[in-house]
């Protein structure tokens, strides 16, 4: 802790470090929380490990992406960019698409928990979705000239 306290007073992270800090982050976090959901009471199946693996895949393998999106190494300003449109995209995506998908489903069948194979599959291509529009706006960013217009 020492080492990377005196790198980040003196000269700060590379993007390269930064990338792999966050890559890190990510990797532990989602795993853990996925630890977490395997209680004693689970009910462990081919859909539980398939959703579980998709829950730790898909933002790693998208964080990767999005590093590749803003230039890799030789690009600037990886985690701002990548947290801030992450944070705009997920609102987003959530008020279009994931809310109106659940209140489909609740009122096409009432009686669904939201849960088994159907859901599972659904709600990591929605996963996977979202991290394609947050690979396109990391592109998007990166290649944009100073003072073109960016909508």
């Known amino acids: 802790m020492d080492l990377l306290k005196a790198q980040l007073i003196a000269k700060g992270l590379t993007e390269n470090q930064t990338y792999l800090y966050t890559l890190t982050y ?3 976090t989602t795993f853990m929380v996925e630890l977490m959901r395997y209680s004693p009471d689970t009910v462990f199946n081919e ?4 959703s579980s693996t998709m829950n730790v895949l898909i933002p790693v393998a998208g964080t990767m992406m999005a590093f590749r999106a803003n230039g890799g190494a030789s690009g600037v300003q990886f985690l701002p960019r990548y947290l801030s449109i992450s944070m ?4 987003r995506f959530m008020v279009l698409v994931i809310i109106p998908l659940i209140m489909t489903i609740a009122i096409v069948n009432p009686e669904s928990a939201l849960s088994g194979s159907p859901f ?5 291509a929605c996963d996977a979705l979202l991290f394609f529009f947050i690979f396109k706006h990391m592109r998007e960013v990166a290649t944009a000239r100073p003072g073109a217009d960016s909508r």
């Open 26 to 28: 990510i990797v532990f």
């Open 47 to 50: 859909w539980t490990h398939f």
């Open 88 to 91: 705009v995209a997920s609102l």
């Open 120 to 124: 599972d599959l659904l709600f990591s």
